[in-house]
């Protein structure tokens, strides 16, 4: 009975994401996402152009081939302007897919930012870089999927053909979307700096009902990140970093450090980086919103009975770690490959057994002619 409560609990969370304020994708290797983090770190980086993939699987081991999975393809490049400064350029496609009923959002962005100096030099400076995007989004659903408690009689019996109480007049929508961040980095040497910047996301907070004659608001998010390289004079450095979603009800904290060993030489050399190998350690926190009831319709394992409804009430916990996150990175010259895997520490880890989401993500930087740059944060 445990375990069949976890579970419940499990897919009144995945409802809560067919909810119409439902929170925005995230990545646990948010650090190999910058355009999905921060419209400011569009162009940051140490090369002229620099193309990002992102793939994310989560709940597989309890919602099977209905587990959600989330892909994000990203392309930006830096333009020198003047001595010092830079434009930044980019672009993102992103798509989400949710449960049973094929809740699924996609999105196409563009990004620009610009990166100004406020002192020091080249191995040793410190820039603010203000940047915005704006995009178009897709949101659809299969109502065929989806079952209503007014459809079961509460003994058991279920009728699909009986009607839902719900009003829905499409089930699929565009909308557009637009967001704005500010990032201040400040670089020590060659191989070691410090970030911090923020973001706020869906400024025009459009409508996301699947009732046209309804409005109800996309939450505007705010996003809070931090991060260094510390190298010092060794072969061995930390890479902390951390990030903050706001966004509604909902709160998310991503923080750890990873270790990183240079497996080559310690000079850069003019067109790559140097070869390094990344393990890390992170935790999630997440907050829990009180008082939220969800009528959950749970498959029978014999399809020949009837799914049984129950009504599952949030606690009180209010704050929880939701997952301890395991990672490790690869980079060799222009190419850079990370994975990571969420262990399941929270309430549902008896039905999930401690299985969460793997993460893969893989980055290819583009060198240029231009020998006068900053270094940057490596991300």
Known sequence: MKVLRNLLIIFSLSLGVFTLTAQDIHFSQFYMSPLNLN????????SQVRVIGNYRNQWAS?????AFSTYSVSYDQKIAVGRYDYFGIGGTFWGDKAGQSDFKTLQGKMSASYSKRMGGYRSKSHYLVVGAEAGVSQRSIDFLNLRWGSQHDGEGG?????ISGEDFDRDNFLFADLSAGLMWFT???EYSNFYIGGAFS???RANQSFNSEEDIPLYSKFTIHAGAELMGQSRVGLVPGLVAFFQGPSFELNAGTSLKFLMGGRKRSKNADSQ???IGAWVR???RVNGVTNTIVTPNPDPTLPPTTT????DDVSVWVDAVILSTRFDYNDFGLGFSYDVNVSNLKPASNSNGAFEFSIIYKIRGADKRGVYCPNF
């Open 187 to 189: 670089v020590f040497d």
């Open 62 to 66: 309890v919602l099977k081939s209905n």
């Open 39 to 46: 419209p400011a770190m569009t162009g940051v980086m140490n």
């Open 311 to 314: 009504t599952v009430t949030s």
């Open 158 to 162: 279920f009728d699909a053909t009986a």
């Open 276 to 278: 390094s190998f990344q």
């Open 202 to 204: 869906h400024l025009n």
């Open 285 to 287: 926190l997440a907050n």
